[in-house]
């Protein structure tokens, strides 16, 4: 498997532009997370969804912040329009629902945003 | 109150020593614990899950002390190769979201 593919790994783009984020999990895991590192706060989660439905989104910052589950194999999240505090690394992960691989998260390698 | 606090470091260690690292949580009602590993630039990765009676995987050592929501990482002859930051993890159930601290970064130097 080529665990979890997250494009672009690098972005910079000026603030007022549209951002999309693109997460690809792996095949057979029912949960797909959006986190956002950032120094000050470290990882903080976003959104997390389980069979393509959105559960929690409380950690979407504001209105400007969206993502999409279309299938169970690919995941967006986009920011618009792009501010320059939105600058951070963004990483999807995701899991399996039971058994012994329950609870425990595959990253993928990040994106890292910076708004200028 | 963060839900889960670590001491940021860094730690500096030589090569050889031993070196611990504790997290506390703020929920007791947490249920699934956890340490990751990250390199520079990468992204976090698992290093260990953390049992009640407490686990170890070669050098390494994870306790968990529920009554003072607290939870340690043991590194024993530390490499160049550990340089890197722990994050304790910690979940309410299986399949609630994991929560992370903010890290703590070591450096073994040579």
């Known amino acids: 498997d080529a665990g979890v593919i997250q494009s672009p790994r690098h972005e910079v783009t000026e603030m007022g532009q549209e951002v999309t984020l693109r997460c690809k999990p792996i095949?057979?895991?029912?949960?797909l997370f959006w986190y956002r590192q950032t120094m000050m706060r470290g990882l903080e989660l976003l959104i997390y969804?389980?069979?393509?439905?959105?559960?929690?989104d409380s950690g979407m910052p504001e209105d400007r912040f969206s993502a999409k589950m279309p299938n169970a194999s690919f995941s967006t999240l986009k920011i618009q329009p792009s501010e320059p505090r939105d600058s951070a690394v963004y990483f999807c992960?995701?899991?399996?629902?039971?058994?012994?691989?329950?609870?425990?998260?595959?990253f993928g390698a990040g994106s890292r945003l910076t708004v200028l | 109150r963060k839900e889960v606090e670590q001491d940021p470091g860094p730690f500096n260690v030589p090569e050889g020593a031993t070196v611990a690292f504790n997290c506390t949580y703020s929920?007791?009602?947490?249920?699934?614990f956890f340490w990751y590993r990250q390199d520079c630039r990468k992204e976090p990765k698992l290093l260990m899950s953390?049992?009640?009676s407490g686990n170890e995987d070669g050098r390494f050592t994870a306790q968990l002390n529920r009554a003072s929501q607290y939870i340690s990482l043991l590194i024993r002859d530390s490499k160049l190769s550990d340089s890197a930051t722990y994050l304790c993890?910690?979940?309410?159930?299986?399949?609630?979201?994991?929560?992370f601290g903010k890290g703590t970064r070591l450096s073994v130097i040579a």
């Open positions: 993890v910690v979940s309410f159930s299986g399949n609630t979201p994991l929560v």
């Open positions: 095949s057979g895991h029912d949960y």
């Open positions: 969804f389980n069979n393509n439905v959105p559960i929690d």
């Open positions: 953390v049992y009640s």
């Open positions: 929920n007791s009602a947490s249920q699934s």
């Open positions: 992960a995701s899991s399996l629902v039971g058994g012994r691989g329950a609870n425990v998260l595959t």
